[in-house]
């Protein structure tokens, strides 16, 4: 219940263009890597919030030294996917609360799902590591960097872009997702 109160608030104040005759795909739930890694990082955040009110009196400093440590989850939570749009013109990757992104379809040059195996000594260069899933920059070996805005690693599709770094997803639904994907834009090579 909480949680769907908190999608509702941040979808209200997301700021982006929304797909006005698109269709939607909501981003797939967190897999068995992201789940307890989220929870266990939820779980020390309470740990952490539970010691600063107990010793704000003896440490006051602890309170300002304490706040990147709470800022983190919260903007991992940020930047977690929402869910995919695609209308005529474009992609949209839209997320809790940070800006949507844009990726015209006239970038993209290629869409193919990514193996879990792939990642295999993928290498995080910033962002979330299972935390609310996963964002941000990777290199993974015989792919180069990509941007990830995934949840579930085993639903992985690439987006492979002119002139720029390629994008990961994870839309719920990945067969849906590409057959409408290729169908605005019948250039996709599977």
Not at 38 to 65: D, G, S, Y
Not at 136 to 144: A, V
Not at 182 to 190: D, E, G, S, V
């Amino acid at each position: 219940m909480l949680r769907k109160l908190i999608t509702l608030y941040f979808r209200n104040i997301r700021k982006g263009p929304e797909p006005l005759a698109g269709r939607r795909y909501v981003a797939a739930r967190l897999d068995h890597a992201a789940l307890p890694r989220t929870a266990l990082t939820l779980l020390a955040l309470l740990c952490v919030l539970v010691l600063i009110f107990f010793l704000h009196e003896l440490a006051p400093l602890l309170i300002i030294l304490c706040a990147p440590v709470i800022a983190m989850p919260a903007l991992a939570y940020a930047a977690s996917p929402l869910g995919y749009a695609i209308d005529n013109r474009a992609l949209y990757v839209e997320r809790k609360a940070f800006k949507t992104v844009k990726i015209p379809l006239r970038q993209i040059t290629n869409v193919r799902y990514l193996p879990r195996p792939a990642l295999q000594g993928a290498t995080r260069i910033y962002g979330t590591g299972g935390l609310f899933g996963w964002a941000g920059r990777y290199r993974i070996r015989d792919l180069g960097t990509v941007s990830m805005h995934a949840t579930n690693l085993d639903r992985l599709i690439m987006i492979q872009r002119r002139y720029r770094t390629p994008i990961v997803i994870s839309p719920a639904d990945a067969e849906a997702f590409l057959a409408t994907l290729r169908q605005q834009y019948m250039t996709l090579q599977a």
